[in-house]
């Protein structure tokens, strides 16, 4: 499994996060990306370093859409490669897939210094499915850090996040198994979800100007 770890980390990979979420780095991935307004996590959930031991593996997946700590939506997803004289056959490779999960968008090697940069959304899937096969003693490393706006991205028409895992052709479709939120989501007709969503925020929005 992956391991997330924010705390206790060493002076360069502080160095490195501040950078990342620092407000002039956030002008260049808006710049980018087209995404304003954008906002670091101060509590660092999810962030920090992430590292995959041999065996480990994430199965593909949409991320979160709401920061359970601070109820911001979440955006987009940085991550940083920090694998030296990393072979191929150690595996690890990052899989982008479609929504409909037809076949394979993209597959990136953690090749050392590497930066990935993705929104985060109902059609945006990722992991790294296949377990990592680096020696006892090593580990594959990243750099992780999300960023937030405070209001809801927009979705496309149909779009819906309903499942959180999802299988790849070929798998078994039981790993995409729903909790009961997931189910009365997808048999919730979009206004009525819409206007639930749209109250939801309302809450949300209001707490936080309660706790600020």
Request: hydrophobic share 35%; net charge positive; glycine share 6%.
């Amino acid at each position: 499994m992956k391991q997330e770890i924010s705390h206790g980390l060493g002076p360069a990979t502080q160095h490195l996060l501040s950078l990342v979420d620092s407000a002039p780095f956030r002008e260049f991935v808006s710049a980018i990306t087209g995404v304003r307004d954008l906002i670091s996590d101060p509590t660092q959930k999810f962030a920090g370093v992430h590292r995959m031991p041999p065996g480990g593996f994430t199965k593909i997946h949409r991320d979160f859409e709401v920061q359970s700590t601070t109820r911001l939506f979440n955006r987009l997803n940085l991550l940083i490669d920090l694998n030296r004289d990393w072979p191929e056959a150690y595996g690890g490779s990052l899989e982008l897939w479609p929504a409909e999960m037809s076949a394979l968008g993209r597959r990136i090697f953690p090749q050392f210094n590497t930066m990935i940069l993705w929104e985060t959304q109902g059609a945006t899937l990722h992991g790294l499915p296949d377990p990592v096969t680096c020696p006892p003693g090593r580990m594959r490393l990243s750099v992780a850090s999300y960023y937030y706006t405070t209001t809801r991205r927009v979705p496309a028409p149909g779009e819906r996040r309903v499942r959180y895992w999802a299988a790849r052709p070929g798998e078994d479709h039981c790993m995409e198994r729903m909790s009961w939120q997931d189910h009365l989501r997808a048999l919730m007709p979009d206004p009525l979800y819409n206007v639930l969503r749209a109250a939801r925020d309302r809450i949300s929005r209001a707490r936080r100007s309660r706790a600020s």
